[in-house]
């Protein structure tokens, strides 16, 4: 299998599936396609129905976006517990996926993803407040139910995968979270397949200039 992707440093979508991949011991090889460079419309265009990354090939089968990726290398490897075999705790971790997959937009736009910058901001609008305060109690709340150390227990899952860039985007702006939210990020932070993709984002180079002075919108 193959999965395309983006700047580690910049492509939060991007280090979704790769983390997952990862952290299950999937085997894969990766390409990387450089955002916002002259060639990078015409590579997405020869890889990708909808011109975005990530997409995953497998043979002759193309799947894109990220939690498509997701629950289809969890379908292909079934053993790995990318979810949990308990159909209930399955559809907790879903809806924790899902939620970060469709929503908390305010955060996304004013908090981008950018893991070589730290920037800690002192103030944000109450709408991005909300999204801070909505994570954070999702997390408190899938620690206590589960008893951590990750979302749904004892295995890093998808839903752990899904909101590795949020730590990353905390770690760069500094909001402040409770104690369960901050040792949880740092353990996302310290995870082998996180560790991996923040120091290959490290020392990546291809920057774009406009998301290296904190956030663009
Ligand atoms: N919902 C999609 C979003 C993918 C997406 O927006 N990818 C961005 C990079 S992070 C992209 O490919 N942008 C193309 C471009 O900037 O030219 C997913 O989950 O995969």
């Not at 955002?35 to 590579?43: H, I, Q, S």
């Not at 159909?87 to 908390?104: C, D, I, N, P, V």
């Not at 920037?119 to 909505?134: E, F, Q, T």
Request: net charge neutral.
């Amino acid at each position: 299998m193959k999965l395309y992707i983006g700047n580690k440093n910049y492509s939060s979508w991007s280090m979704r599936p790769w983390v997952a991949m990862t952290a299950a011991g999937i085997p894969f090889e990766e390409e990387i396609i450089w955002l916002d460079e002259a060639d990078t419309a015409a590579r997405l265009d020869t890889v990708s129905p909808s011109k975005k990354i990530p997409v995953l090939v497998d043979e002759n089968l193309t799947v894109w976006d990220s939690l498509s990726i997701c629950e289809y290398v969890h379908e292909k490897y079934p053993a790995l517990n990318l979810w949990p075999d308990d159909k209930r705790k399955r559809a907790y971790g879903r809806s924790l996926a899902a939620e970060m997959h469709s929503g908390f937009s305010e955060l996304r736009q004013a908090m981008n993803m950018n893991i070589r910058l730290r920037l800690p901001m002192k103030n944000y609008s109450n709408a991005v407040a909300r999204d801070i305060n909505r994570i954070q109690a999702l997390w408190t709340e899938s620690l206590q139910r589960y008893g951590g150390p990750w979302l749904l227990g004892a295995t890093f899952s998808i839903a752990d995968a899904f909101y590795a860039p949020v730590v990353m985007r905390f770690q760069t702006y500094s909001p402040s979270l409770n104690d369960s939210a901050s040792h949880y990020m740092q353990r996302v932070i310290a995870h082998p397949a996180v560790a991996a993709w923040i120091a290959a984002a490290s020392t990546e180079g291809h920057a774009i200039s406009k998301y290296d002075h904190g956030h663009p919108e």
